[in-house]
């Protein structure tokens, strides 16, 4: 934190200050298994979350709805599907 100060890095030295004023706060890894059961170990708490996002995505059909494949372009994008302009169009643009 003085190296911070000296160095005139006010960023990382109100980072820290912070940091010292909270202090420790323990973090809990649990969660609930499909039956209810609590889990609390690393890797079971990240297999449980890994089956919950994978029944979350995917679609009615059985589908994963792409996640994972590669994609076709066209497939979901932000911007609306606009048909191209017609000899129609472009003669009434001139």
Known sequence: METAYSDNETNKFYR???SIRKGFKQ???MI??????IVSNKDGVLQR???YYEKHFELEDGTD???GEERTM???TAEPCVEPPNDVD???AK
């Open 74 to 76: 066209g497939e979901q």
């Open 49 to 51: 979350w890994s089956e």
């Open 16 to 18: 820290e200050v912070n």
């Open 32 to 37: 609930k298994d499909k039956e209810g059961k």
């Open 27 to 29: 973090q809990t890894l």
């Open 65 to 67: 709805n792409g996640i």
């Open 90 to 92: 472009t003669e009434m």
